[in-house]
């Protein structure tokens, strides 16, 4: 599989990335890792004339706490977000998510902010940052504003990014070290046929809110709203009524089917995924 040709060009600053995208417009695609923007090229899924390599870019990597509250450069690899001990302890669900993305080297490649851009629709780290009510920095041509987690993904790659907009910061503002991620991979792709993203925050032993995220159900990243206004006021030591309380997980979303998973087991896998988020979240708070 070979893509179509293209012109390769390098950016060193997010400001000439800007510039290169307004010369180049809809010809252009940026390149932020690679792993899953150059798959669908090579499937001739996308036939972009340009692309723009941002790894060059200095600022665009690492990870610190901030007054805003821990912020991932867009350029940190999925690795780095994985072993960082300042994740696992600040919201180890973005950990085990980012540990969970395809393969050795799709994660010491492939980075969190090309990922969250690219917004596919069975993707792991897309529904942790909706889970974790993340929020994205995003450069663009009139300067910098800050998009939260339930505007940025809009629908099957498609974000609120603008044509000349660059992701440049991923923003947790809230730690829930009681969170966890749970998925059922695709064993070939690794891809997630079904995850849950759950971040709970706990009070005197008791869930005080939930946020669970879905993935791999819908054209986007969802959060079960049903489940997490049920789940509020039970006890973080109630197993039967936690894992009772998560059926109906994707209720109201059009489920998608593929030869591997028909939408009606999707659905069901929903439920299991989510209460499996859901006891392990409560067994980190406990």
Same mark, same amino acid.
Request: hydrophobic residues 50%; negative net charge.
């Given at each position: ?77 999925? +690795? ?7 994740? /696992?302890? &600040?919201?180890?669900?973005? !950990?085990?998510? #980012?540990? $969970? @993305? ?77 969170? +966890? ?7 070939? /792709?690794? &891809?997630?046929?079904?995850? !849950?993203?759950? #971040?709970? $925050? @706990? ?77 392990? +979240? ?5």
């Amino acid at each position: 599989m070979i893509p179509a040709s293209f012109d390769y060009l390098t950016a060193d600053s997010v400001e000439q990335a800007i510039g290169l995208l307004k010369q180049h417009g809809d010809e252009a695609k940026l390149l932020a890792g690679g792993h899953s923007l150059l798959p669908m090229m090579k499937l001739r899924l996308a036939r972009p004339n340009v692309l723009i390599d941002l790894r060059n870019v200095a600022g665009m990597r690492g990870i610190k706490t901030t007054a805003r509250g821990l912020e991932i450069g867009a350029l940190t690899t999925h +690795a780095a977000v994985a072993q960082s001990t300042e994740v /696992s302890a &600040y919201a180890p669900l973005l !950990a085990e998510a #980012a540990a $969970a @993305v395809g393969d050795v080297q799709v994660r010491h490649c492939g980075t969190l902010g090309g990922s969250a851009a690219h917004a596919d629709a069975a993707a792991d780290e897309p529904a942790a940052l909706l889970a974790l009510e993340a929020q994205f920095e995003i450069a663009g041509a009139s300067g910098v504003r800050t998009v939260a987690a339930r505007d940025f993904f809009v629908d099957m790659f498609t974000t609120a990014l603008g044509p000349n907009d660059v992701l440049t910061a991923v923003i947790l503002p809230r730690a829930f070290p009681a969170s +966890a991620y749970a998925k059922l991979p695709h064993p070939a /792709s690794h &891809y997630p046929v079904v995850g !849950a993203a759950c #971040a709970l $925050a @706990v009070s005197g032993g008791s869930i005080e809110g939930a946020r669970i995220a879905i993935t791999g159900v819908g054209s986007v990243p969802f959060r079960a709203t049903h489940v997490e206004g049920l789940l509020a006021g039970i006890p973080v030591h109630d197993r039967k009524k936690m894992e009772s309380l998560c059926a109906e997980a994707a209720r109201g979303v059009e489920a998608r089917s593929d030869a591997y998973a028909g939408a009606e087991y999707r659905v069901a896998m929903a439920d299991v995924m989510a209460a499996r988020a859901v006891l392990a +979240a409560a067994e980190r708070a406990r």
